[in-house]
């Protein structure tokens, strides 16, 4: 079983998971991953392999953590529900509202579910267009590559904090709280590695990270 591999009962995904980039090096990049995920090396795993694109490895690494929290949302979504989580929320001090800036132009508040659902399909719309994630080995990506890669991890680690602060003792009930741990892990390492995420928004598990990085 992979480093990321959940039982079978838990391979309900929140919405359908992506495949890495078709180009052969989205491929290559991603047995890269799997192999030194393998290893259990989270630092060695995050960093850019000698001699890769920048763009490329982002590229692939976001799909990967678009699966990961997919997959352990997914088995959440009988717990979280517009009852129980109002808000989309991180603990008392940190609620997110959602807006997209083409549909949603100004922050609403919404449900944690309403907020995931929305952020997975936001996600997907920049992953399936290729003027953003080009699928073709060699086609440029665009000069604001990076930001788009930016604002999805911010907003992956959002549902990584509501789910800590909401959902713990659930994840652990279902037994996946090693599982939970170590997919945050991988996320914080490569996250940290490539500043995608702004020290202020780690705020809501700033103690979990601050031992993850050894700060």
């Given at each position: 079983?992979?480093?990321?591999?959940?039982?079978?009962?838990?391979?309900?995904?929140?919405?359908?998971?992506?495949?890495?980039?078709?180009?052969?090096?989205?491929?290559?990049?991603?047995?890269h991953i799997?192999a030194?995920l393998?290893?259990?090396?989270?630092r060695?795993?995050?960093?850019?392999?000698p001699?890769?694109?920048l763009?490329e490895?982002?590229?692939?690494?976001?799909?990967?953590?678009?699966?990961?929290?997919?997959i352990?949302?997914?088995?959440?979504?009988?717990?979280?529900t517009?009852?129980s989580?109002?808000?989309?929320?991180?603990?008392?001090?940190?609620?997110?509202?959602?807006?997209?800036?083409?549909?949603i132009?100004?922050?609403?508040?919404?449900?944690?579910p309403k907020?995931?659902?929305?952020?997975?399909?936001?996600?997907e719309?920049q992953?399936d267009?290729?003027s953003?994630f080009?699928?073709?080995?060699g086609?440029?990506?665009?000069?604001?590559?990076q930001d788009?890669v930016?604002?999805?991890?911010?907003?992956l680690?959002r549902?990584?904090?509501?789910?800590y602060?909401?959902?713990?003792?659930k994840?652990i009930?279902?037994?996946e709280?090693?599982?939970?741990?170590?997919?945050?892990?991988?996320f914080?390492l490569?996250?940290?590695?490539?500043?995608?995420?702004?020290?202020?928004?780690?705020?809501?598990?700033y103690?979990?990270?601050?031992?993850?990085?050894?700060l």
């Amino acid at each position: 079983m992979s480093l990321f591999g959940l039982g079978s009962r838990n391979q309900k995904t929140f919405r359908p998971k992506k495949s890495a980039p078709s180009g052969s090096k989205g491929a290559q990049l991603k047995k890269h991953i799997d192999a030194t995920l393998g290893s259990g090396n989270l630092r060695e795993a995050v960093r850019l392999p000698p001699g890769e694109d920048l763009h490329e490895w982002l590229a692939v690494n976001t799909v990967d953590f678009f699966n990961q929290v997919n997959i352990l949302y997914g088995t959440l979504t009988e717990f979280c529900t517009p009852s129980s989580c109002p808000t989309m929320s991180a603990g008392p001090k940190y609620e997110y509202r959602w807006a997209d800036g083409v549909n949603i132009k100004k922050p609403i508040e919404v449900s944690a579910p309403k907020y995931v659902d929305y952020l997975m399909g936001w996600i997907e719309t920049q992953l399936d267009d290729e003027s953003i994630f080009p699928q073709n080995l060699g086609a440029p990506f665009p000069s604001n590559f990076q930001d788009v890669v930016k604002t999805i991890f911010k907003r992956l680690f959002r549902v990584y904090a509501h789910i800590y602060h909401s959902h713990f003792q659930k994840i652990i009930s279902l037994k996946e709280e090693a599982h939970m741990n170590t997919c945050f892990k991988h996320f914080v390492l490569f996250t940290w590695e490539f500043r995608l995420i702004d020290k202020a928004e780690l705020a809501p598990l700033y103690e979990l990270v601050e031992s993850i990085l050894q700060l």
